[in-house]
């Protein structure tokens, strides 16, 4: 599994803080079982953003090889006579 990136953390921790603050502040609760309530859904809120985050698009690198070499094809040879007027 990969590591989380720098942005996958930091949109995580802000979503669960600010989700934490507004659900505290609209449901009024006080009790502890309401509290954990929200903790436990602002957690959740915030992985799933977490996880919803792009991966960063991993770099192919290319493998440098030496040129792949064609086999020569032979010369036919050919009878040139070479005569020098002498």
Avoid: D
């Amino acid at each position: 599994m990969p590591r989380p990136t720098a942005a996958q953390l930091a949109y995580g921790s802000i979503t669960v803080i600010f989700s934490t603050l507004a659900m505290l502040l609209l449901s009024q609760t006080s009790s502890a079982v309401g509290t954990a309530v929200v903790a436990v859904s602002a957690l959740a809120l915030g992985l799933l953003v977490a996880m919803t985050v792009p991966q960063p698009k991993s770099r192919v690198v290319a493998v440098s090889r030496p040129a792949e070499r064609q086999p020569e094809k032979p010369v036919p040879a050919t009878a040139h006579s070479s005569k020098t007027a002498a």
